[in-house]
C-alpha cells in the first residue's frame, strides 16, 4: 500500500517544509510506503528520499489557496502508483502517530472552530459553493483531507472546475477552495469523518488528542 501526501509551499510558507517533513517522517504511516509530494518555487535543497519535488510558481493570496485542487488535478498522473491520497497545509505540524484509522474513500477533517456548528459556507447563490440555510451542514477544514487515489481527484477536478467557473464570473468563496470543499461534502458525503485532532490549533485546549497540529502564525505577514 502506498499513502500519497501532497503538500505545497510557495513563497514565505517554504519555512514550514522542513519541520513538517521532518514531523511525516516520524509520525505518518511509518510502516507504510509514503510519497512526499511537494509543490512549491522554494531554491533549497531538500535531502529526503521519499519526496518528489514540483516546480509551482509562486502567486499573491488567494491564488495558491485557490488553485491547490486544480495543481493536484493537472498533475494526476504523478499519483498513479499510489493507493490512496491526502492534502496537508504545509503550516503544519504532526506530532503523534497517524496510520490506517484514517484511510477511507473520501475522507474529511471537522473544522475545531465549528465542533458541532453550521460553520461559515457560502451564502451568495451565484457561486457554486453556495449552501443554502435550509440544508445541513457540517462544517469541514481545509488543512486536512484525502481518501483513495480514484476519490481524490475526483473531487480536486470537480472543485478546480467550480472555482474556475466562479472566477470567470468575477467571484471568490468566502472561503476559497474550503467553501467550495464543504459544498463538496454535502453532495458526495465523506465516508470517513476526523475529529479536530487532526487540525488542531497549536495554542488551543480542545478535548481531543493532538495528532496533528495547525501551527499558529501571521498570515498576513507570510501572505505578502
Known amino acids: 500500500m502506498k499513502i500519497g501526501l501532497l503538500l505545497i509551499a510557495t513563497g514565505k510558507y517554504d519555512i514550514f517544509i522542513e519541520p513538517l517533513i ?8 511509518k510502516n507504510h510506503n509514503v510519497c512526499i509530494f511537494l509543490f512549491t518555487d522554494s531554491d ?6 521519499n519526496t518528489k519535488i514540483i516546480y509551482k510558481e509562486h502567486k499573491p493570496f488567494p491564488y495558491p489557496t485557490l488553485e491547490r485542487y486544480k495543481t493536484f488535478s493537472k498533475s494526476s498522473e504523478l499519483f498513479d502508483d499510489c493507493d490512496y ?11 503523534d502517530d497517524v496510520d490506517t484509522e484514517i484511510l477511507s474513500e473520501r475522507v474529511a477533517t471537522i473544522h475545531p ?12 447563490k451565484e457561486s457554486l459553493a453556495y449552501v443554502s440555510p435550509k440544508e445541513k451542514l457540517v ?3 481545509g488543512g486536512f483531507n484525502g481518501g483513495t487515489r480514484n476519490e481524490f481527484l475526483k473531487m480536486s477536478k470537480h472543485l478546480s472546475e467550480n472555482i ?24 458526495n458525503p465523506p465516508t470517513k469523518v476526523l475529529t479536530p485532532s487532526y487540525c488542531y490549533p497549536e495554542s488551543w485546549k480542545l478535548p481531543f488528542k493532538k495528532k496533528l497540529l495547525a501551527l499558529d502564525k501571521n498570515h498576513n505577514e507570510i501572505r505578502n
Not at 22 to 29: A, C, M
Not at 85 to 95: A, N, P, S, T
Not at 175 to 183: A, G, I, K
Open 22 to 29: 521532518e514531523s511525516i517522517e516520524k509520525h505518518f504511516f
Open 44 to 49: 533549497k535543497e531538500y535531502d529526503y528520499t
Open 85 to 95: 491520497l491526502f492534502y496537508c497545509d504545509i503550516d503544519m505540524l504532526f506530532v
Open 113 to 124: 472552530g465549528f465542533l458541532g456548528k453550521r460553520g461559515t459556507p457560502e451564502t451568495r
Open 139 to 141: 462544517y469541514y477544514a
Open 164 to 187: 474556475q467557473k466562479d472566477l470567470d464570473k468575477n467571484i471568490i468563496a468566502i472561503w476559497h477552495d474550503e467553501s467550495h470543499m464543504n459544498r463538496y461534502f454535502l453532495d
